[in-house]
């Protein structure tokens, strides 16, 4: 992985002015065309989920994006994490009533336990390993949940009980109240990424990816950096499950753990730009929008499949055309000096 | 003897035979990653293309899947060429997070292609042999699985003797162990990496043509193998392929055995744990190769 640590700076801190009112506006901006878009008179509800649909997809992107572009460990299984994390508020919600405002915490605790564990066992090996066992977790998930039917729903899925519009509940009618926690969580996963990037923590992960035995001659405590960022990322995957699983109302086996929805999770950030704060941000739009053109194509078409046919190629379009996604493309210019 | 015994032999045998045809599905992934560093996750969609080129064989044509396995290994062959002319070339040596990226996405194309042209519902291909079975005193075996694990025994050993004695298998090794200075004796190494590469892709579409006559195919179904692909692989030796074909057949009798044993739901659930176990103490697998 060639070093993409000088992406963030193009929000530099530097005090030129005009470079930093630039810098302002292109974050302050999009957030406020966001929240002023249910006031707008050609937005309908539509628009709206859809906002909300590629909000909710930012975040999960920004949480892999932690272990995968920052870290540099392929988990090809962070819809464990998500499922864990829709599951866990699902069934606490509907079997004992307790809210979403409680049961995302403890969906965050098992997602940790669980990254914990699987990354003990598979960290220490390079590369390839931690994606097989990965993939491997995931899987196992699928058919567990489909196994503990009087748990989960089985194939048919849980639905949340619903309750109309309830703050308790985190349920409502309308998409709005989506589009506000949603922007909540992008917001907060954005300057999350920042400061991850910028820490030592981060910088120990970076040099963890871009070598391994550079950074333990370095003195990086390599195995514990990798299980860290990926429990990091994890807990960052099962809070924003919450936000998925309340707009959604429902999830099944396939939805949480399933290869295709894990694949959803990466596209924001490899579109994007791996390894960066805004890439995930760029991507995830990038994504939802594409996605519902293709649909709309698909279904006058009468095709199924276009979208992930789309989602397919635009993966490797970006990999053997654009490594540093679309944040590569733009800030080219701002990234000459620094690439290698 | 007690019935109890007699279920568990009568499992350890099903799954020896349903683990030859893990085995043979999993040696080309075992190869491309021996020779060239490759984790090729299109595998899986490799071995539905030629699932698929059973079925229209018995479908459209009437012939069984079984006659016509050179022709699905060409195909997929062929298939596993542009693969890696158009993207695999750029990642020989590394098993990088780049690399099994792009496989997926070669694979999520290869599967939407599918899709398209045969549409999203299961189909099943019919061998002569289908639903007749063969009775040991108290065991039976279906006889499709017995030429299966047959045909997968034949051909697994048949590579394994083309590598280790053809004068192409030599220089497979030699790019394999060292691509510099195989080249510096005069090895053309695209060359040979493009061969090995088609070779491990026809042996996917080859096996699929044998497992489609006992198991249907759908557009997902490469996913749905993958999981047993990688487990056989892992526990037999990413980059043997001798270790690969017993690490199927491993799969096949733990699978088997937790399926008449304990429930056939959780059939996958033992082998995934013994992945992680693997991984955790032993990632080279029984016979492997030391990876980077």
């Not at chain 1, 870290?71 to 606490?92: A, D, E, K, M, R």
């Not at chain 1, 049961?103 to 598979?122: K, P």
């Not at chain 2, 108290?138 to 006889?143: C, S």
């Not at chain 2, 040979?192 to 892709?201: D, E, S, W």
């Amino acid at each position: 992985m060639e070093n993409r640590s000088a992406a963030p700076s193009v929000v530099s801190s530097q005090p030129l002015d005009g470079a930093r009112w630039r810098s302002l506006a292109a974050y302050v901006v999009p957030i406020v065309i966001v929240a002023a878009l249910p006031l707008l008179p050609f937005v309908n509800n539509y628009i709206i989920a859809a906002t909300v649909r590629a909000l909710i997809f930012i975040s999960l992107g920004q949480a892999w994006n932690v272990v995968a572009g920052i870290g540099g460990q392929l988990s090809l299984g962070h819809g464990v994490f998500l499922g864990l994390g829709c599951y866990t508020t699902g069934i606490l919600f509907n079997r004992y009533g307790i809210p979403p405002w409680i049961g995302g915490w403890v969906g965050m605790l098992i997602s940790l336990v669980v990254a914990l564990i699987m990354g003990s066992m598979t960290l220490r090996m390079r590369g390839v390993f931690f994606a097989l066992a990965t993939v491997a977790v995931s899987l196992a998930l699928v058919q567990i949940a489909l196994h503990f039917v009087d748990l989960t729903g089985g194939g048919d899925g849980l639905a949340l009980k619903f309750f109309g519009n309830s703050l308790w509940a985190m349920q409502s009618r309308a998409p709005a109240p989506f589009l506000y926690g949603s922007l909540a969580f992008v917001v907060g996963y954005y300057w999350l990424t920042r400061w991850v990037l910028a820490s030592d923590f981060g910088l120990a992960m970076q040099a963890v990816r871009d070598d391994e035995v550079a950074a333990a001659a370095a003195g990086v405590a390599v195995f514990r950096t990798k299980v860290v960022g990926f429990m990091l990322s994890a807990a960052m995957t099962a809070l924003a499950a919450v936000l998925y699983m309340q707009f959604y109302m429902a999830i099944d086996p396939e939805a949480a753990f399933g290869l295709s929805q894990a694949i959803q999770l990466q596209l924001p950030a490899l579109l994007g730009g791996l390894g960066t704060a805004p890439g995930p941000v760029i991507g995830g739009a990038v994504m939802i929008f594409l996605s519902e053109v293709t649909n709309w194509g698909s279904t006058k078409l009468g095709v199924n499949g276009v979208d992930i046919l789309v989602y397919g190629l635009m993966l490797l379009a970006v990999i053997l055309r654009a490594p540093k996604g679309i944040v590569g493309l733009i800030f080219k210019n701002a990234l000459a000096g620094s690439s290698r | 003897m007690d019935a109890t015994v007699l279920l568990a032999l009568q499992a350890v045998l099903s799954g020896i035979l349903v683990g030859g045809v893990y085995g043979i599905l999993s040696i080309g992934l075992s190869l491309a990653f021996g020779v060239m560093r490759i984790v090729n996750f299109a595998h899986g969609e490799l071995v539905m293309y030629g699932m698929y080129v059973g079925v229209v064989a018995s479908r459209n044509f009437g012939v069984d899947p079984l006659a016509i396995l050179p022709l699905s290994f060409l195909l997929t062959a062929l298939v596993g060429t542009l693969m890696y002319q158009i993207v695999f070339r750029h990642f020989v040596g590394h098993a990088t997070l780049q690399q099994l990226l792009a496989a997926i996405g070669c694979a999520l194309v290869l599967q939407m292609i599918a899709q398209i042209i045969f549409g999203a519902d299961a189909r099943t291909a019919s061998s002569v042999f289908a639903g007749q079975y063969v009775v040991f005193g108290p065991f039976f075996v279906a006889k499709v699985q017995m030429i299966a694990f047959a045909v997968a025994a034949v051909v697994t050993l048949a590579v394994e003797l083309m590598l280790r004695l053809s004068a192409w298998g030599k220089s497979v090794r030699a790019v394999a162990d060292d691509l510099e200075a195989a080249e510096v004796v005069g090895i053309n190494s695209q060359y040979i990496n493009t061969g090995a590469f088609a070779l491990a892709c026809g042996l996917a579409g080859m096996a699929g043509s044998v497992l489609v006559t006992y198991f249907p195919t759908a557009p997902s179904v490469g996913f749905s193998l993958m999981p047993i692909i990688i487990i056989a692989t892992t526990i037999g030796g990413l980059g043997s392929i001798g270790g690969t074909f017993l690490g199927g057949i491993c799969c096949g009798i733990i699978q088997q055995v937790t399926a008449m044993m304990w429930n056939s739901a959780l059939q996958d659930v033992p082998l995934y744990v013994l992945l992680l176990v693997f991984i955790a103490l032993r990632p080279t697998g029984l016979f492997g190769v030391r990876s980077e």
